[in-house]
């Protein structure tokens, strides 16, 4: 949390719970990135969150940008930003989406497999396409499981097709698995996209590009190792499997440039028992899953909540959110520690929430409205 915000929060004058994100915190967050990882291209996912005010900072900072589709390349190309500098990196796109992109300019794609080559070689000809091979996500607290890659034996073939296909077979790319808490994690993928470079070498086909994906982590309850790290390990990593012929790598950072720069305030709409002996109490807030803290989903992420009671003792509750669906509960499987003079009507701050929150709520399900953003 930083002074900026919580003064606008002191000077604030409509209500409901919001999240107010400070650009400071991902400019230096920008430039982290950049200090740790110098000869690599950063790619901002803009699913992180997409407020035009994050996007026109990233691209005057000289960021390019990880697009999911047609609608975040418009967001990113209203800002300014050349297509040149933009990714379609979501591996499953409708052939007219394709067809749109490349009207707008966009010349690099991401794959996964040989329908998707195909639709790309027709919608999108010549362009330069990378293929993404699976990452187990083990170690991630938010793992992106097997939805998106192809094993790494099948990736050689989907390149060689888009060669044959007339496209340009760029690279490859993976995801380690969102909020990576281990950085020793690209290096079993980097090891398999060396064996898949050689592979394709031997074919006569040479690719020039590695996406090493997101996964950065922000800090919540637990530590985190510092992007510096990550960026050794990473560098030891491409060594290891790429010797002296290193490629031009890019990394996609979305939680890890935008996480920590943004902070909801919520308020304390009820605090009760469900019976007299029940050891917890069940805390209710005017935010939940459905307005903005969807990633508390199978409570796997666990948000570092301040209120103005913290010195006093703590004791386990459940923290719910206010809609009348009963999956929106917090943290319940594993209660989370409160202060026991915590109030109704209590304002409290919620961290590290500048990415996959505002745009993770729902348009007004129960007549809440949607999470409220503030840039400052
Ligand atoms: C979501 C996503 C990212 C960002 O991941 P973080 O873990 O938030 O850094 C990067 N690349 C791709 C292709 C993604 O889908």
Known sequence: MTDRILDFLRHRRD?????????????ENYARFAQALPDTRVYYAVKANPDARVLDLLARLGSSFDTASVVEIEQVLAVGVGADRISYGNTIKKERDIARAF???????????????????????????????????????????????????????????????????????????SQQRNPRMWDGALKDCGAIFRDLAERGITLNMVNLGGGFPTRYLKDVPAVKAYGQAIFRALRRHFG??????????????????????????????KSAEDKVKWVYLDIGKFNGLAETMDEMIRYPIRTAFDDDALEPCVLAGPSCDSVDVLYEKDPYMLPVSLEIGAKVLIEGCGAYTTTYSTVGFNGFPPLKSYVI
């Open 103 to 177: 009207a707008l300019g966009v010349r690099l794609f991401a794959v996964d497999s040989e329908a998707e080559v195909e639709k790309i070689a027709r919608a999108a000809p010549g362009s330069r396409v990378f293929c993404r091979i699976l990452s187990d996500g083990s170690g991630a607290e938010w793992p992106l499981s097997r939805k998106f890659g192809c094993a790494p034996a099948m990736a050689a073939g989907i390149l060689e097709l888009a060669h044959r296909l007339g496209l340009v077979a760029h690279g490859l790319s993976f995801h380690v698995g």
């Open 244 to 273: 002296n012929r290193i490629p031009e790598t890019i990394i996609e950072p979305g939680r890890g440039m935008v996480g920590n720069a943004g902070m909801i305030e919520a308020e304390v709409v009820l605090i009760s028992r």
């Open 15 to 27: 209500e409901g719970p919001c999240m107010v994100l400070d650009l400071d915190v991902v400019r």
